[in-house]
Nanobody
Framework: QVQLAESGGGLVQAGGSLRLSCAGSGRTFSSHAMGWFRQAPGKEREFVAVISWSGGVTVNADSVKGRFTASRDNAKNTVYLQMNSLKPEDTGVYYC??????????????????WGQGTEVTVSS
């Protein structure tokens, strides 16, 4: 498995931006797709975005298309989630996760076997 640690969360007003980071260590980081998920209070964890091992392919949830962008820097073993035009409904704990298999993409939580501790994002109206 890979060890992951998110950072960059905080409190922001609606319409604002945040950039989340996820630093990884352990197994070959650059061979695994990385996902972003979030969990709002009282709700189930949901998919936000996934980026391929090379960074060449990204898939976003419909709810964040056009506003969020996933990227990665394999030289730094770090993935990012740039969040723009934030809305109150984006509030939650954001988690990064590493796909359980190399060179595979996925959009469900069960596809990922290494998770960070999460970073909290609060968007005020």
């Amino acid at each position: 498995q890979v060890q992951l640690a998110e950072s960059g969360g905080g409190l922001v007003q609606a319409g604002g931006s945040l950039r989340l980071s996820c630093a990884g260590s352990g197994r070959t980081f650059s061979s695994h797709a990385m996902g972003w998920f979030r969990q709002a209070p009282g709700k189930e964890r949901e998919f936000v975005a996934v980026i391929s091992w090379s960074g060449g392919v990204t898939v976003n949830a419909d709810s964040v298309k056009g506003r969020f962008t996933a990227s990665r820097d394999n030289a730094k073993n770090t993935v990012y989630l740039q969040m723009n035009s934030l809305k109150p409904e984006d509030t939650g704990v954001y988690y990064c996760a590493a796909h359980r298999r190399s060179l595979r993409m996925g959009v469900t939580a069960s596809d990922f076997d290494s998770w960070g501790q999460g970073t909290e994002v609060t968007v005020s109206s």
